[in-house]
């Protein structure tokens, strides 16, 4: 009797506004992640007269040179020491003190959580001194426990409070049966808290590699020797001997960062659950 009507959807300049701004964002951020890898694959007289085109001449000897090399795994095994290290201790240290905070109540624990907070406004560089001279009297100094304790100590005040708002979204109830079942607060956090906290664990494990991976001025400041420079000290020495050598920098570049792109693509599903648990409530 009536013919089935089509229905179009209103036209929402939210979302048009939307989808063109994170476009934009989306060109800044690859233009010059592709820039650097296309010109990796240039020689050097293509890079200064072509520098965003696409090569005319793939020159993959390039990429070889840096991936036969010694240097190059020797600079991304530094890397991967440290970063491991850093994300281990603040993974460790980080769930158990937001563990605490979230379900443990105890005399001073606001303002103990209020005190760690303050370290998000302190950079790494306003204490460069102190944190040598600790690190020196504790005979730290040139080696990866130098650069790493560090880290994790600039890396704990946004870590516990990701990691405590996360905990406190899981349901009070199982903590109280469990209590009443005989199970220590020990045993609730590592055989419920952690299993249920897989998303909000990788996504602090993501950022803390990924600030710890392309960290410059701790390992400049502590370690001397050479063979111990994670890739941004490695980067710069690369830089010295191949000033004017910019397609084999940027080759360079591209190789040293690509683990990170590949740990943050693999890790991207985890992050955005993590980072959105708890947003909403219903």
């Known amino acids: 009797m009536s013919s089935a009507e089509t229905t179009h959807a209103p036209f929402d300049p939210a979302v048009l506004f939307k989808t063109a701004f ?35 001449h793939w020159e993959w000897q390039n990429y070889a040179d840096i991936l036969f090399s010694g240097r190059y795994w020797q600079l991304l095994r530094n890397s991967l020491i440290i970063s491991t290290l850093t994300v281990t201790l603040t993974l460790i240290t980080a769930s158990m003190a937001a563990f605490t905070f979230a379900h443990v109540k105890f005399y001073g624990s606001s303002m103990l959580l209020s005190y760690l907070t303050l370290g998000l406004l302190f950079p790494a560089a306003t204490a460069v001194l102190p944190l040598f001279i600790k690190v020196r009297d504790l005979g730290l100094l040139d080696t990866y426990f130098g650069v790493a304790l560090p880290q994790v100590a600039f890396s704990l005040a946004m870590s516990v409070l990701l990691l405590r708002r996360f905990f406190k979204d899981i349901p009070h109830e199982l903590l109280e049966a469990a209590l009443v079942d005989g199970c220590s607060y020990i045993k609730f956090f590592r055989y419920v808290t952690l299993p249920l906290s897989r998303p909000i664990l990788a996504t602090v494990g993501t950022i803390t590699f990924v600030n710890s991976w392309n960290a410059y001025l701790l390992p400049l400041v502590m370690l001397n020797t050479d063979a111990l420079y994670p890739w941004p000290l490695g980067i710069m020495i690369y830089q010295g001997e191949y000033s004017s050598e910019w397609h084999l920098i940027l080759a360079f570049i591209t190789l040293t960062i690509l683990p990170t792109i590949i740990l943050f693509l693999l890790a991207q599903k985890h992050i955005v659950a993590g980072l959105t648990a708890g947003a909403v409530k219903g």
């Open 22 to 56: 994170l476009a934009v964002v989306a060109i800044f951020v690859l233009v010059p992640l592709l820039a650097t890898l296309l010109g990796g694959f240039k020689s050097l007289g293509e890079l200064r007269v072509n520098p965003f085109g696409w090569p005319a």
